[in-house]
């Protein structure tokens, strides 16, 4: 990774005592997926979900304030079980990517590491995420995550 786009990357991980196979499998599915993600206090509706590379997952998180925030995910890359890539937007199919997401999922004695990688556009757009609470929604909904496979 160049200089340059380290000074766009917002990374959080987190370790979880769990497989694997069960922690990626939380991805997969909106079943699954809708009940952990994103930060304390938000839900996540899925319109629709094509968990394949070129497969996009529509879905609308609802923040504790009842604001909507539409969401669009196109799938760049999957390799399973150590592997999410996608591009994250708006809604709109016309809209600009906000950032390229990289998720890995790493076996560390016998736990799962999971890794986000959220490289932004821009220098600013990083520091508007980061100024929005990117990192610590990050955190809360790698914290929710644990929780949903610790009930597995």
């Not at 914290?143 to 009930?151: P, Q, S, T, W």
């Amino acid at each position: 990774m160049t200089t340059q786009a380290k000074d766009r990357t917002i990374q959080v991980s987190r370790q979880f005592d769990a497989p694997k196979d069960l922690v990626y499998d939380a991805f997969t599915a909106p079943e699954k997926i809708g009940q952990w993600w994103g930060p304390n206090g938000f839900t996540t509706t899925t319109k629709s979900m094509e968990f394949k590379e070129g497969g996009e997952w529509i879905f609308t998180m609802h923040g504790p304030d009842g604001t909507d925030y539409p969401n669009r995910i196109t799938y760049t890359k999957i390799n399973r079980p150590d592997l999410i890539m996608y591009d994250h937007a708006g809604n709109r199919p016309d809209e600009e990517v906000h950032f390229h997401q990289t998720i890995t999922f790493e076996e560390v004695n016998g736990q799962t590491k999971v890794t986000l990688n959220l490289l932004f556009p821009t220098l600013k757009a990083k520091e508007n995420a980061a100024e929005f609470g990117a990192i610590e929604g990050g955190k809360q909904t790698l914290a929710r995550l644990g929780e949903f496979v610790k009930n597995q």
